[in-house]
């Protein structure tokens, strides 16, 4: 069973401070996806991680893909308010549909 | 640039009632995915269709149906509504076909369910 792992669900953070999320996935795969999604709205797509060692950088955000520990991370730089949201990576299942992760609910404060 | 069209965009139905939810894929796209979110939790895949053919079923009930149309419009059908069939469902779109490929699915903006 493919299983995706973010850690952490939850986090607050203060604003200008840096953090990371991290996924973790079960599959081969070497390619993933970053999404956010605010509180009853779509998911917009943040990231394609198409390779081992892939980094993309967008504004605060990077994320990086390591297939060979099939771990990938989303690092936020000097957190403002504006990036409160929640973040799913998600790896291809069958068919192509996407495995997401439970999602980490990111809280951004003064 | 053209999204994901949704429609209705929310929709309260009693328990039993029936419901049809449309899809709108950005254009050129060849695969249409469902998906349901319930409060809190992260997208669950229903049903796949690539070049208007189904291509995979996730947990989707047997209550539920899909099909995809010549249009590449796509409609999720809906029977006999349970109080847990309560979520947001969103459908996307990706063309998959792309060289290069890799499978970016692009979201609608969902259409929120309510079964009372």
Known sequence: ?????????????????????YCNYSTTSDRLYWYRQDPGKSLESL??????????QEGRLMASLDTKARLSTLHITAAVHDLS???FCAVDGTGYALNFGKGTSLLVTP | AAGVIQSPR???KEKRETATLKCYP????????WYQ?????????????????????GSIPDRFSAQQFSDYHSELNMSSLELGDSA??????SYLRLAG???EQFFGPGTRLTVL
């Not at chain 1, 069973?1 to 999320?21: A, C, D, H, R, W």
């Not at chain 2, 409060?39 to 079923?57: A, C, N, R, T, V």
Request: charge should be negative.
């Open chain 2, 37 to 57: 979110q319930g409060p809190g939790q992260d997208p669950q895949f229903l049903i796949s269709f690539y070049e208007k053919m189904q291509s995979d079923k």
């Open chain 1, 85 to 87: 949201a929640t973040y």
């Open chain 2, 26 to 33: 950005i254009p050129r796209h060849d695969t249409v995915y």
């Open chain 2, 88 to 93: 947001l469902y969103f459908c996307a779109s």
């Open chain 2, 10 to 12: 929310h929709l309260i």
């Open chain 1, 1 to 21: 069973e493919l299983k995706v792992e973010q850690n952490p669900l939850f986090l607050s953070m203060q604003e200008g401070k840096n953090y990371t999320i």
């Open chain 2, 101 to 103: 490929g890799h499978n």
């Open chain 1, 47 to 56: 990231f394609v991680l198409l390779s081992n060692g892939a980094v993309k």
